[in-house]
């Protein structure tokens, strides 16, 4: 700010605080000058920053190019200029006006009474402006005052937050290590609230503010009054003038807050009880007190005056540089920047020569010893140190000597943590080696700048009167034209052997210096061609340039850039070796060019204790890499004392243990003995997904050839993935270190441990933490080694080929910590439940054995004490219980067996064994009755005798009796309808209730004595089809047939009537061993509704039931609560009757609260647009079950697009769900699976979900019933999906089968294609019918020849009648005779060869072999050679393939039908079109009828046969070899691939013994022709093939 008495403005410059001043006659002028940014600075300071003509701006940095003139070239702010003129105006008009009052005094009063009429008007306006002005001109300095106070609360209040928050950082990042950055987001919440501690600065600064604004707008009044006078009469001129004279009280505004602290402290409070450790962090707020340093100078005692740059910096805070003052102190303000520093001493470092001083800034020194806090916060002192000159030598390793001002950040922030981020620019070994700071990167710039520049000037050339000596500074070229400086180490004088301390520059031959800002050396050989002096010295200029006096003292403000350090604690690997060139380069390797972080540990005379930490740029792992662990790694260095590892690597989280006796699927990963194995739930797919994105993500980072994930040196515990001997990546974490740069893992998703080398590991990316590890350790419970004590390897060897890699069922029999095995029951799974326990397998064959107190008895699965594995119902057989009816069975077993044709149904007709053999739907199914088993079997036998007889031709009709051979096995069976010509049959079996369809000739007459049936049909009561539906759907079939198909279950019958079905109730065993009633599980699922019945009823019901009721009981009370929603399975059996007896307790009815359905009625959308008859093109969308076409037109399609387009954009938000009555619901909208809004219609309700169509698209689909809404979504546009039919074909069997719905969504879906509109329908929303084309290809067609339908030829017929074809041109007069190609001609089969008779011989060629008992062969004799017409088959193929390109292309593609087939030879031969095996492209199987084998073409390479190739008969005979079939076992790994059952050996052995005179004899001619074929020594071919194994005797 500017003096007041002596400058008559108060403008200052805001960079200096010093006035404006205009240049006078003695006086030169301090005027502002605008920068090319618009800044303004005086010329003062514009001088002192100004560097090579350049100006960078102290606020913005941006950089302004000086004119000619230099800073007095610059553009001068005439708004300023013109400010301090007019107040220097102002002050002179006041002192006049001070004088003319003076004079006022002394003159008569008549003067003035006699003018008063005149000047009375000016009067008042000359007083008004003097009082403004001089109002104007106090506010003025009121309004810079308070500026000044303002900027000073303001910085003092961010250095204060600045200072307060970096300490607060260090004390909070210390107390979260020690807890395990357990409370990091606690020290984040508890930074925010800093800035509330300072209320009272903050309240200081709105006082300011108010003031200032409430001074600003009184300002801009008494301007505008002062502009215009007459504005004084609207606004209060006495209260604008009382504000602008309103003076600044200093003691009004609380300067002094912003030398208060926080009061807030954060300690680590450790206490130790009973071995336990309990931690905690506490924010402590105590009352603020004063901090360390003193305020700001310029606002102390009320001071506000301003000061100089060159004041300021010799002020007491010696830390303060200005950011944007750029002039480079002087030597002596280098001194105080230098001793300003201090020197930090780093917990864990060793001692410094030098002494520390750490004050203790704890404020709780109130605790005892045992409460004192474990964290001591220690402050940084700055030691003032004068006189101390900066070193120029490179044994710099204090940072007391690094350049200040480019560290203000770094000395606030890293300093404390004594973390610092480097370059390492020269590596002798791991203990000599040279670092440069990044932060001093700017600096490093200004003086590269400075040295090219000084080595630009001749001055700094070399001339014969100077002299280089040792220990002098001089600039040396590093690089190609980089000059850099440099320390003369070594000096080489031409004839001198060894170095002299100095040398003339002309006798200069060899020179090595030390460059101080990189840390290497390097020796410069100075060559010289011509050897005189002016050659020397050019040579030696061109590498050396000498540093005057004058550059030196500009250039000591620079410290060298290079700081020696070593690695804390590392010796050489070899001590008598020393350092070696590998651990050189693998430090190198590692640290390379990136930046790296320094962690100083202490000090060792020159050189500075660090650890160099290499931080992974993709942050995949928290884990920085330490060069020291890693060259001890590595095994090039070691440690000579112990050190402290960084932080605790990452872990996986273990997989949580199975429940205390709970069954679970599992399968066995890893063993190593019975008592130490893994195993893994196989409860999810996601460890599958896991391994397939491991594969992907680490394969691609290997291709691509990062190398960020590699670990240089791998932790103890560390998690990893590493590379398996399959060349797969898996999880693992590491577990030792063999050494030899190995080391030991284990996958924690298998188990199994491996020895890898470091280059087979990769960090573990976060995403793959997600899931824990999949490994669960285990071991066998209840069983112990034979010895007590190993296991031995036999016992090992059977556990896992009993175990090892397959699935098993777990049970855990007991809880273990973490780091022990889980003890656990192993069961062999299969298909009908497990089947044995595996310790108990071991005990059996006598490998183990149990532990004491413990039986067999146990080796079964937890649940009800009787619940066994199948047999379900037998439990005597299992259980070893004495059961009457087990000892009545077994003596039925060895008398003779009383046959009961009949089912005769108990006098109890509760709790009956029994399995269900059938299921149609819960209305009907069958069961068989547990006692009637060996009944069912002696049954089978008696039918078995029956069936012997010779096969009789009887006319089997509807309801006859037979015996059916079905799977091996002869039952009682009953015709469903009668047999035609087709000799199909349709049989129902008896005993079992399902319908088979057989053939005639397993079907045998049964005697009257065998008829009867043991099955009984039953339907479940109380239950009733849910939706509102009288028929079951397809969901509640198949699940009720999937659970009770085969399953044991006990039954109940409620009425016995003759009339079948019978009604009963079902109750099945769950998985432990619980019965659950069918009827209420499939309410529970939504698949059927309960009947309701009255309560009276309900209750005198369960008075009559019979006590001894052991379902009843178990319904009553378990099913209804525990077991409701467990599913049951067939794989257990139920309890025993032992088990179930209980007393029966009588359910109470709880209250329901029922909801009521909000009705809702909703209409059909529009039916779709129809076309007309004609041609179009659409797109097919799906397919239905029933055969249905659903389709696209191009318009359609188009509005599609508009139409989701509207829908999305109406439909943002979910409408609210409610229960609705669905039934009079049709048309809905519907969410999809990709969360988009689609119109549909409701088809079906099924319990919880619906079925709906989509109704653009035709897709049907099952899907819950909160996905939709009972709304219509734009219902003025009509549908947009058009039901199709094919035309004129009718499907096999009357509806379309599943693979030819398969077939049309395989040629159809998604795809353009030809429609012809045949048909239009009567109902709008019926089917259109319709021909489809495929490439010119009738669709029709394509289905005919797959025989999935065939023509309806009445509707052709009539097609043909009706239709003209003038018709289908339209009216267009066209003449297409002669345009239409010839119709081409049907041919019959191929003739076959008339054979000898069977027994006699004749020579055969064998033209292709298909198996070794299957090939085509062409007798020699009788037609080998057959003319016609005086010519053979060779010569008439010959003439017709030299005429080839004249041959018509095949049109007609039916099945058998002759063609020519064109070779790979080019030449076409006579063939027989076998079936289509591509759509797109169209491609078909034909056989070459003269060579047997078959080739796959497209229609380009077919042509139409001429029919006189028919009469030669085809010269290639399939044939069946007799004698000899495919081996059972076959112990060849090759084999062909249409015959799995033939080896390859087995074909080539044949093939070359079918070489030479063959000769066949006809065995059989049907079904199939059957020759034995003999060589020339007349022995059968094949006897070789089975003497060596590949094949059997037949």
Known sequence: MMDRVGNPSAVTCTLCGEAYILPEDEVDGNLPRVLLCAHIYCTSCLLSIQCDSVIRCPECEVESNLPEGGVFGLQEDSRIIGLIYTSKMNKMKRCERLKNRKRNKLSPSTDVNANTKHVEQPADIKDIEKAVDEALVQAAENYALLEHIHESLMTGLAEKSKRERARLEIEIKQAADKALHAVQKWGNEQLQKLEEQFSTSQAQVGCVQERMKALDIAMKMAREVRRVPFLEQYCSLDKVLETLHSPVDNKSFDIKCITMDSGMSCVFLSECENQSLSLSLKMEVTNPKNLSESPPTDVQDGNFNRKSPRQRAKGSNKNCILPSCKKFPTPQTQEQECAGANNVLLQGSTPSPTPRHWPNLSRHNTFSDHETPDVIVEELIINEQENALPPTSPELANDNWRSHKGRKNLMLSNKRNGTQWVVVTHIVNPNHFYVRYLAEKKDSEILSKKIQSFCNERSSYFTSSHTVETGSMIFAKCKEEHWCRASVAEVLRKGCVEAVKACPATQLTSIRVFFLDYGYCKIITIQSEEGNTESTLKAVNNCLRKVDEWVNVELQHFVPQAIRCSLKDLVPYDLTKGWSNEAQVEFQSVVGSAAVELRPLGQDRDSLLVDLRKVSMDQSSALPISVREFLVFIEVARFYSPVKLGRRPLLYYPRDYPKFNTELNAVVSHINNPSDFYIQLVDNMESLLLTTKLQECYNATRVAGEDDLNIYCPVIKQ??????????????????????????????????????????????????????????????????????????????????????????????????????????????????????????????????????????????????????????????????????????????????????????????????????????????????????????????????????????????????????????????????????????????????????????????????????????????????????????????????????????????????TDVRPVPVTLFCPNRMGQLVSIADFLASEGLALKERKPRDAVIQKSKETDPKSAVSKTKTNGSDDENKNTPPAPLLSSPSSSSLNFTP??????????????????????????????????????????????????????????????????????????????????????????????????????????????????????????????????????????????????????????????????????????????????????????????????????????????????????????????????????????????????????????????????????????????????????????????????????????????????????????????????????????????????????????????????????????????????????????????????????????????????????????????????????????????????????????????????
């Not at 071991?842 to 004490?865: C, I, M, Q």
């Not at 049936?1013 to 969901?1035: F, K, N, Q, V």
């Open 719 to 1056: 998690a990893c993935v590493a590379r398996y001997g399959d060349k797969l990546w898996y999880r693992a974490r590491v577990i030792g270190h063999p050494g030899g740069r190995k080391v030991e893992v284990q996958y924690v998703d298998f188990g199994n441990k491996d020895i890898l080398s470091v280059s087979d590991i990769r960090k573990i990316k976060d995403e793959f933490f997600a899931l824990p590890s999949m490994a669960i350790h285990c071991s066998l419970s209840d069983v112990i080694p034979l010895d007590g004590k190993t296991w031995s390897d036999a016992c090992c060897n059977r556990f896992v080929s009993l175990a090892h890699q397959k699935p098993v069922t777990i049970v855990a029999t007991g809880r273990a910590p973490k780091t022990e095995p889980l003890p656990v029951k192993l069961f062999e799974s299969g298909l009908n439940g497990p089947l044995a326990n595996i310790a108990g397998l071991l005990v059996t064959e006598e490998l183990a054995s149990f532990k004491e107190g413990l039986e067999s008895k146990d080796n079964r699965l937890p649940g009800d004490e009787s619940a066994i594995w199948d047999p379900p119902l037998e439990l005597g057989n299992t259980c070893g219980v004495d059961d009457p009816d087990q000892k009545r069975t077994e003596k039925l077993c060895e008398e003779p067996l009383e046959v009961q044709c009949q089912l005769k149904l108990p006098d109890q007709l509760k709790d009956l064994k029994v399995t269900v053999s059938h299921v149609n739907s819960p209305s009907s199914f069958y069961v068989q009755l547990s006692q009637y088993n060996s009944q069912l079997k002696r049954m089978c036998e008696l039918v078995k005798e029956s069936a012997q007889m010779e096969p009789q031709d009887v006319v089997w009709k509807a309801d006859m009796s037979c015996a059916a051979h079905i799977n091996g096995v002869w039952e009682r069976g009953r015709i469903c309808a009668d047999v035609t010509s087709s000799n199909i049959a349709e049989v129902m079996r008896c005993d079992h209730g399902n319908m088979v369809k057989l053939d005639v000739s397993c079907l045998r007459p049964l005697p009257l004595s065998l008829k009867g049936s043991l099955a009984l049909e039953c339907t479940l009561t109380d239950i009733r089809p849910a939706g509102g539906r009288s028929t079951w759907t397809a969901t509640a079939c198949d699940m009720f047939s999937n659970y009770l198909t085969g399953a044991s279950a006990v039954m109940t019958i409620k009425e016995f």
């Open 1145 to 1594: 307790t009588l359910p109470i009815p709880t209250p329901r609260t029922i909801m009521s359905a909000q009705k809702v009625q909703t209409q059909l959308y529009q039916p779709p647009e129809l076309p007309c008859l004609s041609h179009i093109k659409i797109t097919v969308t799906a397919i239905g079950e029933d055969g249905l076409i659903y389709t696209r037109t191009q318009n359609a399609e188009y509005q599609l697009d508009l139409l989701q387009e509207k829908i999305q954009q109406n439909m943002k938000t979910l409408p609210k769900q409610k229960p609705y009555t669905w039934k009079s619901v049709l048309g809905c909208s519907v969410i999809g699976p990709d969360m988009l809004w689609y119109r549909g219609q409701l088809l079906e309700v099924l319990g919880g979900h619906v079925k709906v169509q989509y109704v653009d698209y035709g897709l049907v689909e099952s899907i819950p019933v909160v996905h939709v809404y009972p709304r219509l979504l734009c219902d003025d546009i009509p549908q947009l999906c058009i039901p199709c039919q094919l035309h004129s074909i009718n499907p096999v069997g009357g509806k379309w089968q599943r693979d030819a719905v398969a077939l049309l969504r395989e040629v159809l879906l998604n795809r353009s294609v030809d429609m012809q509109v045949m048909e239009l329908p009567t109902d709008p929303r019926g089917p259109l019918k319709v021909e489809l084309f495929l490439d010119r290809l009738s669709l029709s067609r394509i289905l005919c020849h797959h025989e999935h339908a065939s023509i309806d030829r009445t509707v052709v017929a009539q097609e043909h009648a009706e239709t003209s074809p003038a018709l289908l041109l339209d009216d267009w007069d066209i003449n297409t005779e002669g345009l239409e190609d010839p119709e081409e001609q049907m041919l019959g089969p191929f003739i076959q060869p008339n054979l000898p008779l069977e027994g006699e011989q004749f020579q055969v060629r064998v033209k292709h072999v298909w198996t070794p008992n299957e090939l085509f062969l062409w007798p020699l004799e009788g037609e080998a050679d057959l003319e016609v017409d005086g010519e053979t088959l060779e010569e008439a193929l010959d003439r017709i393939n030299a005429k080839r390109y004249s041959l018509q292309r095949l049109t007609n593609f039916c099945h058998g039908s002759p063609c020519l087939a064109e070779y790979s030879d080019g030449k076409y031969y006579r063939a027989k079109l076998i079936k289509f095996t591509s759509v797109e492209p169209l491609l078909l199987l034909v056989q070459h009828v003269d060579f047997g084998s078959d080739d796959t073409l497209p229609t380009s390479k077919l042509r139409q046969m001429p029919a006189e190739l028919l009469r030669f008969p085809s010269h290639a005979l399939k044939v069946k070899v007799a004698g000899f079939k495919a081996p059972i076992v076959n112990k060849h790994e090759q084999v062909l691939p249409y015959s799995p059952g033939w080896s390859v050996k087995a074909a080539m052995d044949m093939i070359d013994m079918l070489h030479g005179c063959i000769t066949a004899s006809v065995v059989a001619r049907d079904p199939e022709l059957t020759v034995l074929l003999y060589n020339e020594k007349q022995e059968l071919v094949h006897l070789p093939l089975v003497s060596s194994g590949l094949a059997e005797l037949d």
